[in-house]
């Protein structure tokens, strides 16, 4: 089983009031031409302190297919005065995951600015 992951720094919008994890997903046309996202993790995790110059948090979208993963890093500039500019976060594949599954990183799509108390 190839398994496939397509990292993105896509803000999410929001749905009827609430957020809806997978709306940025859906505005990325290498990602809507994989359908729906069959899970979506129930929060994203932290990967970085709360007290940084930034907030690192991650959501993970398992696809219908059974074959496609999508990590969505949400950023957060924590600094007032300070534009984060050309934003990625960069993931290195090993040979064979935790599962014994192969991963491939696809793509990603960068944040272009997050300015200050903003997220992107």
Same mark, same amino acid.
Do not use: C, K, W
């Given at each position: 089983c190839d398994r496939r992951e397509f990292a993105s720094s896509a803000d999410p919008t929001t749905?009827?009031?609430?957020?809806?994890?997978?709306? /940025? @997903?859906?505005?990325?046309? %290498?990602?809507a031409a994989l359908g729906s996202s069959h899970r979506t993790s129930?929060?994203?995790v932290p990967l970085t302190?709360?007290?940084t110059e930034y907030v690192v948090l991650c959501a993970k979208h398992v696809y219908d297919d059974g074959v496609?993963? /999508? @990590?969505?890093?949400?950023? %957060?500039?924590?600094?007032?005065?300070?534009?984060?500019a050309e934003v990625r976060v960069a993931l290195e594949a090993e040979e064979e995951g935790d599962d014994g599954e192969e991963?491939?990183?696809?793509?990603?799509?960068?944040?272009?600015?997050?300015g200050p108390g903003s997220r992107g």
């Open positions: 749905n009827g009031g609430g957020p809806d994890p997978t709306a /940025a @997903l859906r505005l990325v046309p %290498e990602l129930p929060r994203p302190e709360s007290e496609h993963l /999508a @990590l969505q890093f949400d950023v %957060e500039n924590t600094l007032e005065d300070q534009r984060m991963y491939e990183v696809m793509g990603e799509v960068p944040a272009e600015s997050i």
